[in-house]
C-alpha cells in the first residue's frame, strides 16, 4: 500500500514561478559549526552561533526527515550560510484540520523557542503533500496570535493543492484501466476522500474547506492571510512524461492547478508570489527520471531568496 500512496502524489503535477537570478549570498566569515538535534518528531541541524533563517522542510507521503535529506541537497549549503534546517517526520496527510494544525504549530514554536532559533527569518517549505501541509499552516500561523513564528515565506513542490481534482482524476484513472497499480491508487483516493467528505458533486464546500486551492470555483480562501508573505509554486509540467508514464492528461497534473493558482493569487494582488515551471530537472536520488521530485529546486536560487529580503 505504500508503494500506492507513493504513485498517488505523482498522478497531480503542479508549480511554481519565474526564476530568481540572484546566486546565494557568501558568507564573509566562516560558517559556524553546526549541532544536530534528533526527535521524534523532526530532526535539526543549526549553527552554533546565531542562525540567519530558519528553513522547514515537510516530506511527501511516505517521507520522514531521512528521505528528505537523501532527495533534497540543501544541507550544505545552508550550513554554509548559517541557515538552520528542521526536517519533519510528520507526513501523510492531503488536508489539515484545526487540530492538526494547532499541535503542529506548538511543536514547531517549541522547537523555535527551545532552540533559541530567530523567529524573524522562518520559511516553511515541502514537497507533495508536504507542500500542502506548508501552505496551509503557514496560513494559520500567520492569523493566529498565540504563535510568533510567521513564516517569512512559503513554497512547494509540485503539490497536489485540489482536492476536488483530486477525486476527479481519480475519476478518469478508473474509467480508464490503464494498469492494475493506477486502479488501486486511484479507488484509494475515491474511498479516502469520499469517506471524509463525500463525493464533490454533492459536498464541494467540504472540499473547498480544506483544500490549498479549488479551481473549479476559484477558491482561495485558505491562504487569504498570506497576502504580504513570499510564495514560491514549483513545478515541471512535462506532459509527455506524465502521458507515456501514467497515461494522465495535462489536466490530471498538479501542475495544471499550481499555474491556475498562482494566476489567482496574482490577480488578487497577493504581493510576491512567484510561479517556478522547471524543464528536465526532475531526477530522484538513484538517478531515476521523475518530473515529481525535490530534484527540480535550484537550491543556489532558493537559499538567495532566503537570505534577501
Not at 33 to 50: A, F, S
Not at 101 to 110: M, R, V
Not at 112 to 130: E, K
Request: hydrophobic share 35%; net charge neutral; glycine share 4%.
Amino acid at each position: 500500500m505504500k508503494k500506492t500512496i507513493i504513485i498517488l502524489f505523482l498522478l497531480l503535477a503542479i508549480t511554481a514561478c519565474k526564476n530568481n537570478t540572484n546566486q546565494p549570498q557568501s558568507p564573509t566569515e566562516t560558517p559556524s559549526e553546526y549541532q544536530d538535534t534528533i526527535t521524534t518528531h523532526y530532526q535539526l541541524y543549526k549553527p552554533t552561533q546565531k542562525a540567519k533563517a530558519v528553513l522547514i522542510l515537510f516530506g511527501g507521503f511516505p517521507e520522514q526527515a531521512d528521505d528528505i535529506k537523501k532527495e533534497f541537497k540543501i544541507l550544505e549549503l545552508a550550513k554554509k550560510n548559517n541557515i538552520a534546517v528542521l526536517l519533519s517526520n510528520y507526513n501523510q496527510k492531503l488536508w489539515l484540520d484545526t487540530q492538526d494544525k494547532q499541535q503542529l504549530a506548538t511543536l514547531l514554536q517549541n522547537a523555535i523557542t527551545d532552540n533559541q532559533l530567530p523567529t524573524d527569518a522562518i520559511y516553511i517549505g515541502g514537497f507533495s503533500s508536504g507542500g500542502v501541509v506548508s501552505l496551509l499552516l503557514s496560513d494559520f500561523i500567520t492569523v493566529s496570535k498565540q504563535y510568533n513564528i510567521t513564516p517569512k515565506g512559503v513554497f512547494i513542490v509540485d503539490s497536489p493543492i485540489d482536492l476536488e481534482a483530486l477525486y476527479k482524476a481519480s475519476q478518469k484513472n478508473l474509467a480508464r484501466q490503464f494498469s492494475e497499480v493506477s486502479v488501486e491508487e486511484s479507488t484509494w483516493i475515491q474511498n479516502t476522500l469520499t469517506e471524509a467528505f463525500g463525493p464533490p458533486e454533492t459536498n464541494l464546500d467540504n472540499y473547498q474547506n480544506n483544500s490549498v486551492y479549488t479551481y473549479s470555483s476559484n477558491y482561495t480562501k485558505n491562504l487569504q492571510h498570506l497576502k504580504d508573505t513570499k510564495i514560491r509554486l514549483y513545478t515541471e509540467p512535462d506532459t509527455l512524461w506524465w502521458k507515456t508514464n501514467r497515461k494522465a492528461d495535462y489536466d490530471q497534473m498538479n501542475a495544471y492547478y499550481i499555474k491556475k493558482l498562482a494566476e489567482q493569487l496574482q490577480a488578487q494582488q497577493f504581493k510576491n508570489v512567484q510561479y517556478i515551471p522547471t524543464k528536465n530537472k526532475g531526477y530522484r536520488s538513484n538517478g531515476d527520471r521523475h518530473p515529481h521530485s525535490w530534484s527540480i529546486i535550484d537550491v543556489e536560487d532558493l537559499v538567495a531568496w532566503i537570505l534577501n529580503d
